[in-house]
Every structure is written in structure tokens, then in C-alpha cells.
């Protein structure tokens, strides 16, 4: 069974698109994130890993890995609704890899390469001008500066630290 991509993203915005998984995110936000991630885990394999063993696999779970944002833990609920909804549009291998890869794609302990991928692709999106957007869309609703809620200013000040240690 071929993958249909255009099917699995019409799938994706079916039910992503008009979801609104935390008060201060835009509607359908993890449908785009998916998106994003997707394009991003396959683009970051082949900077670092030869062959394309998993990159369906990879290209899936990064679709849907956020399917079950709002329903914690996320990252084990959105395995079993992925599950459920490419059961019939997946192939049984491709599916069983992805839903693995949804459930363990918040678990920073893993020395898994595949997982590790996913979370890089995943964290890689919420940097540059998407975590500037972010940090100012945050700040409006809490009422806080974005240099309090910046998480890449955070990140690379510790960065920083550490090199200069």
C-alpha cells in the first residue's frame, strides 16, 4: 500500500485544522506545527542519517504528533487516535513505527535515533520566528514582556554559559 501524503494531510486538517489546544494558540496551530515538523524531520535526516528506512514513518508521526495536544499526556493519547485514524490509510509497518514514534516523541531519556529526530524537528519549529511570534502572542495574554517568555533567549543564554564555563 502506497502512502497518499495529499489524503494523510487532508486527514491531518480534518482534524487538527479547527482544534484549539491551549488558550493562547491560535486555532488549528498543531495542524500547521505538523506540517512544518514534517517537512523538517525528513530534511533533518538526510543532513544526518543515510537512507530512507523510516522517513515515512518519520514524515507521519511528524503529521500527526500532536494529535493529542489537549488531552495529556499528549503524546501517549495522540498514539492511540493516530492509530486509529491511519489504521486504514497506512501501511501496518509504516503505521506501527509512527505510532511508536507519536508515543515516545515527548520522552527526552531515549537514545532512540528515530525519536531523537522527531524531537529535534519538533523543538527546531518552535525556535526563530515562530518562538518570537509566539513569545509576543503569550506575552499579550498573561501580560508579560516577551524577554520573560522567550524560550530561545533562554536557551541560548544557558548555551552560552555553559561555552563560557
Known amino acids: 500500500m502506497a502512502i497518499d501524503y495529499s489524503h494523510l494531510d487532508a486527514l491531518a486538517a480534518k482534524l487538527m485544522r479547527d482544534r484549539k489546544t491551549h ?19 525528513i530534511a533533518l535526516r538526510k543532513r544526518v542519517m543515510a537512507g530512507e528506512s523510516h522517513d515515512d514513518a518519520l514524515r507521519v508521526a511528524a503529521m500527526f504528533h500532536d494529535i493529542g495536544k489537549g488531552i495529556e499526556p499528549h503524546a501517549r493519547s495522540g498514539a492511540l487516535l493516530a492509530q486509529d485514524a491511519l489504521r486504514e490509510r ?76
Open 90 to 165: 497506512v501501511p501496518p509497518d509504516v503505521l506501527a513505527e509512527a505510532v511508536r514514534l507519536i508515543a515516545e516523541h515527548q520522552s527526552y531519556q531515549t537514545n532512540d535515533p528515530w525519536v531523537q529526530l522527531l524531537q529535534d524537528a519538533d523543538v527546531l519549529d518552535h525556535f526563530g520566528t515562530l518562538d518570537v511570534g509566539l513569545a509576543f502572542q503569550y506575552g499579550a495574554h498573561s501580560h508579560s514582556t516577551p524577554k520573560r517568555t522567550h524560550r530561545s533567549e533562554r536557551f541560548f543564554r544557558k548555551t552560552r554559559s555553559r561555552k563560557e564555563a
Open 23 to 41: 488558550p493562547n494558540r491560535e486555532t488549528g496551530f498543531v495542524y500547521r506545527h505538523g506540517g512544518r515538523v514534517a517537512v523538517s524531520v
